[in-house]
């Protein structure tokens, strides 16, 4: 295992952040930790990476007990929001700052970095004169340079524009394949997540709620707060038991089904979001393709799905 977390506890004041918090990261793998502010996930980076000190509970990294040990001798990197790069060095002193702090210096691997993240010909420059994507990307090589088993990244992406986001969180996903470094990412953006990891750990309350591929884990939630958090859920309370279904599993039918009347109509460029009042005063949310024809305001409607897509859902 690349990063091993066993019973992990931290406390600030009165406040729990971790409550003997549980999680393995493979090698070689890109795990991303989602969950809501005060869950744990920024803390439990922290703590990895040696900047905090645990009330209990203990850190492997490739299998080697960190208690005790300061960051920077600890086999990890860690990547912050806003890119920490120094204004006053270029980029390819940024990238070989580490290096030559470690006495490894090597102008070889900093080209290598260069041209790793796309960056050929741009070690003269300063950041300021990069824009925000090239910034990361040199952050990211800073921290790749002396070649970690494990990178831990603190919102990578959060700085981007939309559309760069995008750009820029697949060039992170060939990044961490090529390297074959274990990345655990903390983000807020559930697609983000999704597209990027291997495995998704949602957190709540300083414990892993769940952890599993994000197809798993979206499609089989095993809570509700995990069926509410990731995506959008409908919520379907039958006699003992509650069930969570994806507004694309449910559908608008003709006869038999569920009746309803639409309170709301979102258009999202991928598609259209209905919003509907069930009978009972139960509200759903239907998931149609852009192409699609919606119902209009305020219509009545029949609702199915498949029982099978019903999700009972734990406490």
Known sequence: ????VEALAKRFGATRALDGLELAVREGEFLALLGGSGSGKSTLLRLVAGFEAPDAGSIRIAGRDMAGLPPAARPCAMMFQSYALFPHLSVAENIGYGLRRAGV?????????LAL??????GPRRPAQLSGGQQQRVALARALARKPPLLLLDEPLAALDAGLRAQTGAELRRLQRETGTSFVMVTHDQGEALALADRIAVLADGRVAQIGPPQEVYHRPATRFVAEFLGAANILQRPGATYALRPEQLRLVD?????????GIVFRGEGWMV????DGGQPLRVSLPAGAIPPV???AVMLGWDDAALVRLGA
């Open 1 to 4: 295992m690349s990063l091993q």
């Open 105 to 113: 210096f090597s102008q070889a691997r900093v080209e290598e970095l």
């Open 117 to 122: 993240v796309g960056l050929a010909g741009f």
């Open 255 to 263: 006869g038999e089904g569920l009746a309803a009347r639409v309170t």
């Open 275 to 278: 919003e509907c009042l069930a």
């Open 297 to 299: 305001l305020d219509a």
